[in-house]
């Protein structure tokens, strides 16, 4: 069965340090990966994607995540952190059993950057 | 483009009442999907759609009834509320997967609709 797992419920970062936050997937075939953040009452938005070619993947806001196929890893990282990237991020796998869009989601991290 | 839009924002019912959540994209996609998001379980896939009159089971089911009579629109029906329906219900859209990636999967989210069951 195809999964995703984000270990840490919460990361707390200081402003200006970099930051990282972790996920590990399980899937059948080629991963295609996503990351989406999520801020106080509102919607999911579209960070980044990965689904072919360089491992290293550039998205918004400043975001990126690297991909390492032997470690089934998928981690966000970002250089230096903003007290504004204090959100709920997501990370997600394409289900391909499914044949569709379908994407199997993680529990969620909560990120806290403080000043 | 307004994107995905959700209605209503927030809605209390009480135990076996019914209602209907609204979800519209202009943006011509032809997957459209609900999903409801519970603390520490993440997202979980109601039903989908890959077109109109086209619709599908996903991971959670029972308690709601979909239709896409339209491309635009994707409603969400509650047939009868129950306390464990009380969640944040989220509908996104995108273009269908062609293998080998692009952009048209990426799926684009509405602003959720707050749901409390009494």
């Known amino acids: 069965a195809q999964s995703v797992a984000q270990p840490e419920d919460q990361v707390n970062v200081a402003e200006g340090n970099p930051l990282t936050v972790k996920c590990t997937y399980s899937v059948s075939g080629n991963p295609y990966l996503f990351w989406y953040v999520q801020y106080p009452n509102r919607g999911l938005q579209f960070l980044l994607k990965y689904i072919t070619g360089d491992n290293l993947v550039k998205g918004s806001y400043g975001f990126e995540a690297e991909f390492n196929k032997s470690q089934t890893s998928f981690h966000l990282k970002k250089p230096s952190a903003l007290v504004s990237d204090s959100a709920l991020y997501f990370c997600a796998v394409r289900d391909h059993a499914g044949g569709y869009n379908k994407l199997i989601f993680g529990a969620g991290t909560r990120l806290a950057v403080h000043p | ?118």
């Open chain 2, 1 to 118: 483009n307004a994107g995905v839009t959700q209605t209503p924002k927030f809605q209390v019912l009480k135990t076996g009442q019914s209602m209907t959540l609204q979800c519209a994209q202009d943006m011509n996609h032809e997957y459209m999907s609900w999903y409801r998001q519970d603390p520490g379980m993440g997202l979980r896939l109601i039903h989908y759609s890959v077109g109109a009159g086209i619709t599908d089971q996903g991971e959670v089911p029972n308690g709601y009834n979909v239709s896409r009579s339209t491309t635009e629109d994707f409603p969400l029906r509650l047939l009868s509320a129950a306390p464990s329906q009380t969640s944040v219900y989220f509908c996104a859209s995108s273009g269908l997967f062609v293998a080998g990636g692009g952009n048209q999967e990426t799926q684009y989210f509405g602003p959720g609709t707050r749901l409390l069951v009494l």
